[in-house]
């Protein structure tokens, strides 16, 4: 079992900057695929970015890509999204993931990631 707690939301005007993080335990960190995920109020959830196990590889939303950032110190157990440039259209509930593999890769698709944390609120005033 892995558990994932994220930290670093909060409430930012349009155009700032907020940086998320998402601890994990319970499994060697280095084995884990970690993503970012957010669900809106009324929407589905949806893929934000991802990072590989040594953290080689990344891949983003096309929403995002540009402004977020995706990393991870596997020392530390954490991996974190960077957020700048933050819009409204960017407000959500903001959910790390993981799932554990062998190879090393990004993923965007959900229903892959095991684990999912309980998430951080992110609101973005205009």
């Known amino acids: 079992q892995v558990q994932l707690v994220e930290s670093g939301g909060g409430l930012v005007q349009a155009g700032g900057s907020l940086r998320l993080s998402c601890a994990a335990s319970?499994?060697?960190?280095?084995?884990?695929?970690m993503g970012w995920f957010r669900q809106a109020p009324g929407k589905e959830r949806e893929f934000v970015g991802s990072?590989?196990?040594?953290?080689?590889?990344?891949n983003y939303a096309g929403s995002v890509k540009g402004r977020f950032t995706i990393s991870r110190d596997n020392a530390k157990n954490t991996v974190y999204l960077q957020m700048n440039s933050l819009k409204p259209e960017d407000t959500a509930v903001y959910h790390c993931?993981?799932?554990?593999?062998?190879?090393?890769?990004?993923?965007?698709?959900?229903?892959?990631?095991?684990?999912w944390g309980q998430g951080t609120r992110v609101a973005v005033s205009s």
């Open positions: 990072i590989s196990k040594s953290g080689a590889w990344v």
């Open positions: 993931a993981a799932f554990n593999t062998a190879s090393d890769y990004a993923l965007s698709t959900n229903t892959r990631y095991d684990y």
């Open positions: 319970g499994r060697a960190f280095s084995t884990l695929t």
